[in-house]
């Protein structure tokens, strides 16, 4: 059984920082493409970040420069660390694995909620 839990939300002024995880159980950690979601009240969830089997990442434009995804592969766990917060950061934030050729994930966490003030 494939799961997901999520950890690091919390809340924090603008210009902060958090760390989330994601800590995955029931697959072969390394070769599945993971990524990070997340949603705000009333909007589409939204593609953050996905790190690929081979180590190559991708980024949302919104978040280029400020958020960096990576992965332990030892510990079987994913990581978000965000930099330079925005109250536009503010969401649930979830991880995902099993990336499919269509972009679809299929395995999510719970989520972890971020809020961030101005």
């Known amino acids: 059984q494939v799961q997901l839990a999520e950890s690091g939300g919390g809340s924090v002024q603008a210009g902060g920082s958090l760390r989330l995880s994601c800590e995955v159980s029931?697959?072969?950690?390394?070769?599945?493409?993971m990524g990070w979601f997340r949603q705000a009240p009333e909007k589409e969830r939204e593609g953050v970040a996905v790190?690929?089997?081979?180590?190559?990442?991708k980024y949302a434009d919104s978040v280029k420069g400020r958020f960096t995804i990576s992965q332990d592969n030892a510990k079987n766990t994913m990581y978000l660390q965000m930099n330079s917060l925005k109250p536009e950061d503010t969401g649930m934030y979830y991880c995902?694995?099993?990336?499919?050729?269509?972009?679809?994930?299929?395995?999510w966490g719970q989520g972890t909620q971020v809020t961030v003030s101005s």
């Open positions: 995902a694995a099993g990336r499919n050729s269509n972009g679809e994930f299929r395995y």
């Open positions: 029931g697959v072969v950690f390394s070769s599945y493409c």
């Open positions: 790190i690929f089997s081979d180590g190559r990442t």
